[in-house]
Every structure is written in structure tokens, then in C-alpha cells.
């Protein structure tokens, strides 16, 4: 038998190092050639590594969260024959095979078991060379997840979604004495139910809805929640960031588009709000040049851009992506609507390119029916500005001296102080208001 390391390869881009998301084998697995062993994060791409040789895991190196770099021991394990480890303890160059890389950076729901703050999917932590050694629960229960039940090693954190997490909170369950049978010991709603089926839960249900609720959690952010904390962050300490907040008449423009979705044909998509906002961005910001642009505070260089590509803010299961339309000055409302579902799907499904995630010059985010009264969104840096179009409410209003009602809505936005005035800012987003209540005009030249 011999020992072989496999290191962290070069996934390309320049990647000096990457950030270990999940693990996908713990000591003591058995494992095939090309199994997948560890997700790990470059800039915006979660990448799968696979396992260049079968064998049987003798010990992992780092924790989820924990920076990698190129080069670096991941996974050692044992094999027949030499394996790579030399006489002198040195390790030939393994052979790199990292799968293809998921985009964007960690929407792999499926197949990873990594997401978002709430606990879901953080890989269980290892001490980065020796052997965990698990003992058995103290009340071993049945199966639930249709494999082998993984004992929790005391003080750890119980790996759960936050959908079971909150069916727990309702059955008054405690994860903690939840055996899990997923990937490190992750629990399923299988899991859950074989702890009920055996009785354990009779001890943790509370006969109250108003029981004293005691203790908490700690959730290490890492991965994409990680990206999103950083990227915030980022934005808010380094753009001054000034909010402006507009009244729009949506009345005439609602009328219309549920005319055009009533008498589209059957291979045209469903307007949304969207595409009309589109549009009337790309009418009014070559008027407006310092707005549509991405500044490079570093350089001191202000980069105003001809083409208009709209970023599209995106809710994911993993976190909010910015899906890009390119070019929307050259789509009408129908390409429009077509592209937005495309990009926003293939966020959604993590399954988007770089390049349909980078690039935008400007940015709508939209909370749909949940949108509120007013919202103070966060620019996308580079971008210098950013709008949220609001939640579109029937109204009382005064219109020649009556009171009427209308299907009012707030458009928010935000922009960056040191390229955008306020009075610019202002006099932009009275221009959109006007074409969004006079619809007929977003398609006149």
C-alpha cells in the first residue's frame, strides 16, 4: 500500500488560492477515481475537485471557509501500489482534476451541500492532518436519510437546511440529538422523521407555543454569503451612497402591458414591469453618460459606457446574484423579457457564465409584490448607480381636482456622490417617470 496527496491544481484565471466551500468525503471513505472530494471557490466560480485515483481517505487539510493555496495538501489518502510519496517525503505532482466549473459561485444545490448563512451545507470541520475519530450517539437511532448515520462529535454544529431547521423549531426538536445520514453528518427531513418514529422526540416537544426559547447558533460565512458580505461591505465603505425616491403613475403603463400579455403570441414571454424599465433606461441615459458607467476609484478613472448592460439583482437559493442583459439598447420589450428570464434562470440554477454575471452598468433590483414602499439599495460596485422599482399599489390620488385611484408606485434609487450629482440624479429619474407615465413615448424615437 502507499499514501498519495492530492494537492490543490491551478483552476486557472491566475488563481493564486481558493477558498474550501464543502466536503464531499470524510476519513476512512472508501472512494472511486473521479469521485468528487471537496468544492472550493476561485472569484465567482464554485469549482468541483475529483479524485485522481481510488482508494481510502487517511486525512483532510482545512475547514470549510478556510483559505487554500495553489499547491497546497487537500486530501491524502491510502492506495495500491507507491501512490506519490517518495522515500524523502517529498510528493510528485499529482495529476489535476478539478470537474468542470459550476457558475455562479455557489448555486450547485444539487449536487453540492453548500448554501447560504442559516447553516446550510457547511461541510463538517477537520483538524487538517489527523483522523476524526467519531463516537457512536449515545441513543443510536434508525436510519433516516437512507445511509449511514454519522455520530456528531461533541461541540460541533448539527448541518441542516434552513428548511428542516425551522421544521425542527416546530416539532421542538433539538438538532443536536438528531442523528444525521447525509454528507458530514447532514440532517434530512428523513432524519427528522426517524428521530420522531423512534420516540425522541417526546423528551424536546414543547406542549406551548409561548416556551421559554434559550441558546442559539454560530454560522461561519463562508462561500457565496461570504462573497455577499465582502462585496456590501466594500460598496458601502468606499461609495457615498445618496438615495433619491421618485412617484410613478403606473396606471397607463399597467393597462398596456396587460393588453400586450393578453394578445401576445404563444412563443412570446409574459411582460413583466421590467422590460418597459429597461427601456426607458436606455432612452434617458445617453442623456445622462456619467451615469450609466463603472468607476475605477483606485485608477481615479470614471469608464462611461455606450452600451447599456442591465444588471438584473436575482434572489438564488444560495444568495443574490447580479445576472447581466447585455445590450439592452438593441432589445425591445419582448427580447428584453426573454433575456431577463434567461440570465435570471441560469442564476437561479447555477448555471451562468462569468460573462452573464459581470459587466453591468447599471443595475435594477426589484423585490416584485414584496417591494414595499421605499427601498435604499446598495450600489453594485463598480456601477454608480442602481434603482428598485417598488411594490405598485392601488392609491387615492388627486387628478384635476378629484380624488381618484391610481396604480401608484415608488421608484427608489441610489447613487454614488463623487460621479452623480443630486440634481442629475433627480432630473434622470423624472426623465424615466415621465416615459413610464406616458408609455406611448418609450417607443417613439
Known amino acids: 500500500m502507499g499514501r498519495y496527496v492530492f494537492k490543490l491544481p491551478d483552476v486557472g484565471e491566475g488563481t493564486a488560492e481558493a477558498e474550501i466551500v464543502a466536503w464531499h468525503v470524510k476519513i476512512g471513505d472508501v472512494i472511486s477515481e473521479d469521485q468528487n472530494l471537496v468544492d472550493v471557490m476561485t472569484d465567482k466560480a464554485t469549482v468541483e475537485m475529483t479524485s485522481p485515483v481510488s482508494g481510502t481517505i487517511v486525512s483532510l487539510h482545512g475547514e470549510p471557509g478556510e483559505m487554500a493555496p495553489v499547491g497546497a495538501p487537500l486530501v491524502e489518502l491510502e492506495v495500491e501500489g507507491e501512490g506519490n510519496v517518495k522515500a524523502n517525503g517529498k510528493t510528485a505532482q499529482p495529476a489535476a482534476k478539478p470537474a468542470e466549473a459550476k457558475k455562479p459561485e455557489a448555486n450547485k444545490t444539487q449536487k453540492t451541500s453548500h448554501a447560504p448563512a442559516g447553516g446550510e451545507g457547511r461541510g463538517e470541520g477537520v483538524s487538517p492532518s489527523t483522523p476524526v475519530q467519531r463516537p457512536p450517539h449515545p441513543n443510536p437511532l434508525p436510519q433516516g436519510g437512507g445511509g449511514d448515520v454519522v455520530a456528531r462529535v461533541p461541540g460541533t454544529k448539527p448541518l441542516a437546511s434552513p428548511a428542516v431547521r425551522q421544521r425542527a423549531l416546530e416539532l421542538g426538536i433539538a438538532l443536536q440529538f438528531v442523528p444525521g445520514t447525509g454528507p ?262
Open 184 to 445: 458530514a453528518g447532514r440532517i434530512s427531513h428523513a432524519d427528522l422523521d426517524a428521530y420522531v418514529a423512534s420516540g425522541g422526540v417526546a423528551r424536546s416537544v414543547r406542549s406551548s407555543g409561548y416556551a421559554q426559547r434559550d441558546g442559539g447558533e454560530d454560522i461561519k460565512v463562508i462561500g457565496l454569503r461570504r462573497k455577499i458580505a465582502e462585496n456590501m461591505q466594500e460598496s458601502k465603505r468606499r461609495i457615498p451612497h445618496f438615495a433619491y425616491v421618485e412617484e410613478i403613475d403606473m396606471t397607463e403603463l399597467e393597462s398596456l402591458r396587460a393588453h400586450l400579455n393578453k394578445t401576445k403570441r404563444a412563443d412570446q414571454p409574459k411582460l413583466t414591469l421590467l422590460p418597459f424599465l429597461m427601456r426607458a433606461l436606455v432612452k434617458v441615459l445617453p442623456e445622462f453618460p456619467q451615469i450609466n458607467a463603472r468607476y475605477d476609484d483606485e485608477a481615479g478613472v470614471v469608464h462611461r459606457s455606450n452600451a447599456v448592460h442591465v444588471g438584473i439583482a436575482t434572489q438564488t437559493a444560495n444568495g443574490l446574484m447580479v445576472a447581466v442583459v447585455r445590450h439592452a439598447e438593441a432589445r425591445d420589450v419582448w427580447d428584453s423579457a426573454v433575456e431577463v428570464a434567461r440570465v435570471s434562470g441560469l442564476a437561479r440554477d447555477g448555471k451562468a457564465s462569468r460573462d452573464e454575471l459581470s459587466g453591468s452598468t447599471i443595475t435594477i433590483t426589484s423585490l416584485g409584490t414584496l417591494g414595499g414602499v421605499v427601498t435604499t439599495p446598495v450600489i453594485n460596485r463598480p456601477e454608480v448607480a442602481i434603482i428598485g422599482p417598488n411594490a405598485i399599489i392601488d392609491r387615492p390620488v388627486v387628478r384635476e381636482g378629484a380624488i381618484v385611484v391610481r396604480k401608484m408606485m415608488n421608484l427608489s434609487s441610489s447613487f454614488d456622490h463623487r460621479v452623480v450629482d443630486g440634481y442629475d440624479a433627480a432630473l434622470f429619474i423624472q426623465r424615466i417617470k415621465a416615459l413610464l407615465e406616458h408609455p406611448a413615448t418609450l417607443f417613439m424615437d
